[in-house]
């Protein structure tokens, strides 16, 4: 057998990788963060608290539900798609409530699941004191079959003509080309739970809810200043919540939940 007295024993080489391994990366939990795909953090901004989760749907989908396919029955809450995932095999590893719904506990606007559009895109101008949806302009949060994500204007998706594989249109849209909706007001007074969405990047998607109640411009402002969105979408407030694995819930506490039109996801992919 040959052997040289120049090679390191084996554990002093393992221990030399993984030195180099924790210097790249900065330190374990350094190393951790960087191999996680769905990635949940508290934010302390302008004083208030914020839970924001960002999803690489380059490595774990993220995808839109609004009924059991067996049933036919609404979901209704993140519990019942993470038993209803258990179910079948996947374990559940974010989920967030999407966009606006009518008295019947419908999408109010554009619903699109796995390709099928459930609910057509609504362009109606509806008076803006009846509801968030109608505070121009609204908009929808979309991944479309490439596997790019987006916020867009609803005129402006419409005006895309493109196919999506799923979306949620909801609104009023919290900030547009880089700039806050005009008709937000700094010191407002309207404090609610709210929750957000926007395409960092095509393939980073960052959801915020806040774990308090907030205004619509200091909450458009997160996303602006503290997270980098150049567009980005409210989904809903007073009811909102966002689910992390090994996190649980955060947003608004659960005695004012109600039941949900639809509902981001991340599954975990299947192991082989």
Same mark, same amino acid.
């Given at each position: ?12 080489? #393992? !221990? ?22 769905? *990635? ?33 029955? $609404? ?22 409530? &999407? ?40 908009? #929808?949060? %979309? ?15 419409? %005006? ?23 008709? @937000? ?13 926007? /395409?960092?990047?095509?393939?980073? #998607?960052?959801? !915020?809810?806040?774990?308090?109640? #907030? ?7 997160? @996303?602006? *200043? ?23 819930? /955060? ?7 109600? $039941?949900?039109?639809?509902? @981001?996801?991340?599954? &975990?992919?299947?192991?082989?």
């Amino acid at each position: 057998m040959h052997t040289s007295s120049n090679r390191r024993p084996f554990h002093r080489r #393992v !221990a030399g990788q993984l030195l180099a391994l924790l210097v790249l990366c900065g330190s374990v939990a350094g190393c951790a963060r960087q191999t996680q795909a769905v *990635d949940g953090s508290e934010r302390v901004f302008e004083g208030q608290n914020f839970r924001v989760v960002s999803i690489d749907i380059k490595r774990e989908s993220l995808s839109l539900h609004w009924k059991d396919p067996d049933s036919g029955e $609404p979901y209704a809450n993140i519990n019942t798609l993470r038993q209803w995932g258990m179910s079948h095999g996947r374990r559940m590893l974010f989920a967030a409530n &999407a966009g606006i719904y009518d008295r019947q506990f419908a999408p109010l606007g554009l619903f699109v699941e796995n390709g099928k559009t459930l609910v057509p895109l609504n362009l109606a101008h509806g008076n803006p004191s009846s509801g968030n949806f109608s505070l121009l302009p609204n908009g #929808v949060f %979309a991944i479309y079959p490439d596997g790019h994500a987006a916020v867009r204007t609803s005129a402006d998706f419409k %005006a895309d003509n493109k196919p999506v594989r799923w979306a949620s249109q909801s609104g009023p849209m919290l900030v547009i080309d880089g700039k806050i909706n005009y008709q @937000f007001i700094d010191d407002s007074a309207s404090l609610k739970w709210r929750s957000g969405v926007c /395409a960092k990047t095509p393939h980073d #998607v960052v959801f !915020a809810v806040s774990e308090a109640p #907030v205004n619509f411009h200091t909450f458009a402002r997160l @996303f602006k *200043d503290e997270l980098g969105c150049r567009d980005a979408l409210y989904l809903d407030g007073t009811i909102s919540q966002v689910y992390v694995e090994g996190e649980g819930y /955060a947003g608004a506490p659960t005695f004012m939940v109600k $039941p949900y039109a639809g509902i @981001f996801a991340v599954f &975990a992919q299947p192991t082989l």
